[in-house]
């Protein structure tokens, strides 16, 4: 499991979007979001660049 920070997250919305757009990508099993700590959790091995775009496509930055 691996754990990103992403910054812009402010509701169960915003959660919910990083969260759909994250398991949508291959290698990926399940995202956890805390919206608290402003974290992603990802089981699996996603490519960091698609990754990166896939949140970014969302409107929220992968720190």
């Given at each position: ?19 759909e ?39 929220y930055?992968?720190?």
């Amino acid at each position: 499991m691996q754990t990103y920070k992403v910054e812009g997250m402010t509701c169960q919305h915003c959660a919910k979007a990083v969260k759909e757009a994250v398991e949508a990508l291959s290698n990926v099993e399940e995202a956890t979001v805390n919206l608290e700590a402003k974290t992603v959790t990802i089981k699996g091995n996603p490519d960091h660049a698609a990754l990166k775009a896939a949140i970014e496509e969302e409107g929220y930055e992968l720190i």
